[in-house]
């Protein structure tokens, strides 16, 4: 089969013809038909540790169709449509037994990096990591749905807390998760804030759904979200990009009672420089501030998700797919900041 494989930490992908997965006892067999290519998975290939060996076929937004299963597996048969879990999680610690399985205390890794991915014709994954795609719902909308789509329904509804008539800030508004983050907190009845760098992104927010956008080149953050609220400040704030400055920056942006919801990822090894940030205790005392970190979404909260989409309350917003063997330069594109909304891989 051909596939993207990544040769060693942080390389080029190549084009190379892998042997079909073989698939284990609790594995199923998919044949893949489309690709999410995000930053999550340029920024994890670079970080030490994370890709658990090489050569290695990243990947785990995707959707296919299963071909095949092992002997144990009877959550999906052949001929299923399906998407998958990004996380590989032992399902039995108190985490996983409650509903909270990206906590996993027995974590695995992640579909991808610590086994192979979706950037292939062919992938074996765990039979209980994958989700069945309604009708009605594409296989590129569904592969985004699994992260890009999932993560924003986590965000806006366990952790933001979104209710209507709400005010909410979304930093990173114009980029793959952002721009399905601002169409959740719509949904949820929020009064969207979009924040992002240049026009084009900010423009794609806008036609997502946002009230208002706040240009970060044009001046601070904090004080552009107080003046769109009149001075009260957000009800929420969801930094997708989590720099030093946008932490600050949505924190101080908060109105009293107001949860500021973590999201982005900036490892210090890939970026060279930590995103630590300052926080007052007594400001977060006296205005009762919240601080969530919001990580990845449950299997259930994919189901959902989909189910939103088939419903068409939310739009998948992939604007340029490629095929498998340009996935290189996607994720060029991609570091570069230069996409606006989801990329994905389209895999005849
Ligand atoms: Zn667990």
């Known amino acids: 089969m051909k596939a993207m494989v990544l040769p060693s930490l942080g390389a080029r992908l ?36 994370r890709v658990t060996a090489f050569p290695r076929i990243p990947g785990h937004e995707l959707a296919g169709e299963v071909v095949g299963i092992g002997s144990e597996v009877t959550n999906v048969r052949p001929g299923d449509r399906v998407t998958c879990h990004f996380y590989l999680t032992c399902r039995a610690c108190a985490y996983c037994r409650s509903g909270r399985e990206t906590l996993c205390t027995a974590f695995r890794g992640y579909v991808g990096m610590a086994c192979d991915g979706a950037y292939a014709e062919y992938a074996a994954l765990p039979a209980l990591n994958l989700v069945r795609i309604p009708d009605g719902v594409t296989d590129i909308d569904a ?34 998760v952002g721009i399905h983050m601002v169409q959740m907190a719509k949904l949820c009845g929020g009064r969207v804030l979009a924040a992002d760098l240049g026009d084009a992104k900010l423009e794609a927010a806008k036609q997502a759904g946002a009230d208002d956008v706040i240009d970060v080149r044009q001046g601070n953050l904090a004080k552009q979200a107080l003046a769109l609220t009149d001075g009260r400040g957000v009800d929420a704030a969801i930094d997708i990009v989590a720099t030093t400055a946008t932490l600050e920056g949505s924190l101080a942006a908060l109105a009293r009672a107001g949860r500021l919801v973590i999201i982005g990822s900036r490892p210090r090894e890939v970026w060279g420089v930590a995103s630590t940030f300052t926080v007052d205790p007594q400001v977060v005392l006296n205005r009762m501030l919240e601080i969530h970190g919001s990580r990845y979404v449950t299997l259930a909260e994919i189901g959902q998700t ?43």
Do not use: W
């Not at 073989?22 to 999550?40: E, F, I, N, Q, W």
């Not at 979104?162 to 508004?173: E, K, Q």
């Open 143 to 176: 592969a985004v749905a699994a992260d890009a789509i999932a993560t924003p329904y986590h965000a806006c509804r366990e952790e933001a807390r979104i209710g209507p008539g709400d005010h909410v800030l979304v930093v990173g508004a114009g980029g793959g």
């Open 14 to 49: 190549e084009l190379r013809d892998a042997p079909v997965p073989k698939v284990g006892p609790t594995d199923a067999l998919v044949r893949v038909r489309a690709a999410g290519v995000g930053l999550t998975i340029v920024i994890m290939i670079e970080v030490p540790g």
């Open 306 to 348: 989909l189910e939103l989409l088939r419903q068409q309350r939310i739009r998948a917003v992939v604007s340029r797919t490629f095929p498998l063997e340009a996935a290189q330069d996607a994720h060029d594109l991609i570091r570069a900041n230069a996409l606006v909304g989801r990329a994905a891989l389209a895999i005849a």
